[in-house]
């Protein structure tokens, strides 16, 4: 943080549904997938992001729609595109900090859409996560 307040950041990475950003602390990605490319490209997008993160010295922040069901990020089951995030979570030894509220409702529907993932050097800190109103 520089005399002005100001966190000095710069641009680590950007492609299609990544941008990455590095702090003095901290690694921090912002990540989109659409729901509608192939499992194939999915895979292939995960390759990518698991590759950007997996070898920082940095703590990480993962924010994303991943367009995936995972329990272990919040949803009431687990799909293919979930088990591909489980795996990257698992490698990249990150959680999902979601309390299981749905950040996605349209019709009658919910799911558990946009996560915030943090590596596991941020278990000992406290974190409040919450859905914000409209």
């Not at 590759?51 to 991943?66: Q, S, Y």
């Not at 995936?68 to 995030?85: Q, W």
């Amino acid at each position: 943080m520089d005399v002005s307040g100001n966190i000095a950041w710069s641009l680590k990475y950007r492609t299609k549904g990544i941008v990455a950003i590095e702090t003095t602390s901290a690694l921090i990605v912002g990540v989109y997938v659409s729901p509608n490319v192939e499992h194939i490209v999915f895979i292939s997008f995960m390759d990518r992001l698991q590759r950007i993160i997996v070898n920082t010295d940095k703590r990480l922040i993962l924010l994303g729609e991943f367009n995936s069901k995972s329990i272990a990020a919040g949803s009431n089951y687990t799909n293919r595109r979930g088990e591909v995030l489980d795996d990257l979570m698992e490698t990249a030894r990150c959680h999902c900090i979601n309390d299981n509220a749905p950040t996605y409702k349209a019709r009658g529907h919910s799911s558990v859409l946009d996560l915030t993932i943090l590596d596991n050097r941020w278990r000992s800190d406290q974190w409040e996560w919450k859905v914000l109103p409209d």
